[in-house]
């Protein structure tokens, strides 16, 4: 049973244009997500998280929004870059319920040039 | 700081075989993690301890896996006897104690493939 789910598993972008990459979730008991980045024979690195008390949140060229009653939330790249090309992990945690994230199955994003 | 040190990077073996996949985590975290990636089920966590203390095991697929940690600076992840179902990247990952904002941190994984 997949609690965290991104249905997209592959996404190709033009340089400069936006990515959004998205996630839902079925657990409602989850308050705070978190995304990765994974670059090929690389451990998962953090990249940007949001508390449920917020719908959004901002780093840079990197913008997370949450829509709690939809249980959606989505992270927006702008502009993407080459580098940006990476599988992109959706987490979510449950904070009273141990420190434990639970993922997404990823989505491969791929910036052309 | 090194970051977490997981070893094997690379490991094959054939069905029936013992595996043991080896991981330091980040100095002065007390929280360490041991995650399973597949295509079909992504990033999935096996069993993860605090202070050296296994907290959860509920992700750990059956009794042939098993995950110690003896001391701060070390853990095992033990596959007995593998199957090839078993073949997956594996990784550990390390936080340090507190809230909810404690970002993990991974290892380079170890690619697993059991003939």
């Known amino acids: 049973d997949q609690q965290v789910k991104q249905n997209s598993p592959s996404l190709s972008v033009q340089e400069g244009r936006i990515s959004i990459l998205n996630c839902d979730y079925t657990?409602?008991?989850?308050?705070?997500f978190l995304w990765y980045k994974k670059y090929p024979a690389e451990g998962p690195t953090f990249l940007i998280s949001i508390s449920s008390i917020k719908d959004k949140n901002e780093d840079g060229r990197f913008t997370v929004f949450l829509n709690k009653s939809a249980k959606h939330l989505s992270l927006h790249i702008v502009p993407s870059q080459p580098g940006d090309s990476a599988v992109y992990f959706c987490?979510?945690?449950?904070?009273?319920?141990?420190?434990?994230?639970?993922f997404g199955t990823g989505t491969q994003l791929k910036v052309e040039l | 700081d090194a970051g977490v040190i997981q070893s094997p990077r690379h490991e094959v073996t054939e069905m029936g075989q013992e595996v043991t996949l080896r991981c330091k985590p980040i100095?002065?975290?007390?929280?360490l993690f041991w995650y399973r990636q597949t295509m079909m089920r992504g990033l999935e966590l096996l069993i993860y301890?605090?202070?050296?203390?296994?907290?959860?095991d509920s992700g750990m697929p059956e009794d042939r896996f098993s995950a110690k940690m003896p001391n701060a600076s070390f853990s095992t992840l033990k596959i007995q006897p593998s199957e090839p179902r078993d073949s997956a990247v594996y990784f550990c990952?390390?936080?340090?104690?507190?809230?909810?904002?404690?970002?993990?941190?991974f290892g380079p994984g170890t690619r697993l493939t059991v003939l």
């Open positions: 657990n409602s008991m989850f308050d705070y």
């Open positions: 301890f605090n202070n050296n203390v296994p907290i959860d």
């Open positions: 987490a979510a945690i449950h904070t009273g319920g141990g420190n434990k994230l639970t």
């Open positions: 990952a390390s936080s340090r104690t507190s809230g909810r904002t404690d970002t993990q941190y």
């Open positions: 100095s002065g975290h007390d929280y």
